[in-house]
């Protein structure tokens, strides 16, 4: 894998120039262009959407002064004017096949950007009629802008494309661009699953803080704390998880005691199932939509 670099002054200028087509609009579509209009990547004259609820029409255009409209196509078409025009997938996946359907004569060549799960980029190529696509993953801490996302995107889409595609993911924290569409399935079991994960063992802490004795508040905010004090010294210091793991664990102290029982009950093993369960429901997901 290859990590993007920083956004430059000349992409952010090429992504200014650029016009959004969010077809589908909830959560994370939403998170993407609040990112956007947040770090002032594209003005909200140049982004669209389309939402089938009217409620959530009106309330994305009063929120973020944006245009939304009813009918996927003419949202499409609506951000067709400019030089670069990028349309986003965004719907569930049990609806992109009718979705594609209904926009695919609005599509004239422009990029199309696809976070719809299990949607394969020769699916959405040959439904839209177009080679220049990219699929991506965020993951759920992608709408507060601290997400990792992974991307790829056919030979088709240039270089400059590419740029586009790395800064408007930016908006959501960081982003890795991945070699081939098999690694996107890859990410997905790792880290767009991956705070199903973490969340799971901040539950079982929290609950062992409250049998221990303290309040289920006291017990969340001490867990939610270490979990987050203990990333980013792990991210400051680079070193090997297993070098930070030697350097709480005293002979015969607490840590060690602790460790040997995680060690008893499989839990290395049990994660590493987890994940490998996800990667092939991913694939799973994939083959069922070709």
Known sequence: MTKIGETTKETREELADS??????????????????????LVPADKIVASHPREERRRQLGEKYGIDVFSNNAEAVKAASGSEHPIVILCVK????DKVMKDISNAIDNQ????IVAGCRIDTISSALGTDRVGRTMPNTPSQIGHGITAWTATEAVTESDRSRIS??????????????????????????TGPTYIFLVMEALTDA?????????MSKELVQETMLGAVLFAMESDLHPAELRNMVTSPGGTSADAIYQME?????????????????????????KD
Do not use: W
């Open 19 to 40: 016009s959004l087509a969010f077809i589908g609009c909830g959560v994370m579509a939403e998170s993407i262009i609040a990112g956007l209009l947040k770090n002032e």
């Open 93 to 96: 996946p049990q609806r992109a």
């Open 111 to 114: 990029l199309v950007l696809s």
């Open 167 to 192: 800064s408007l993911l930016s908006a959501l924290g960081r982003e890795m661009y991945v070699e081939n569409e098999h690694m996107i399935d890859m990410a997905t079991s790792l880290s767009a």
């Open 209 to 217: 803080g409250v049998h221990l004795g303290f309040s289920r508040d």
């Open 264 to 288: 008893k009950g499989g839990l290395r093993t049990v994660l590493s199932k987890a994940v490998f369960a996800a990667y092939q429901k991913a694939v799973e997901l994939g083959e069922e």
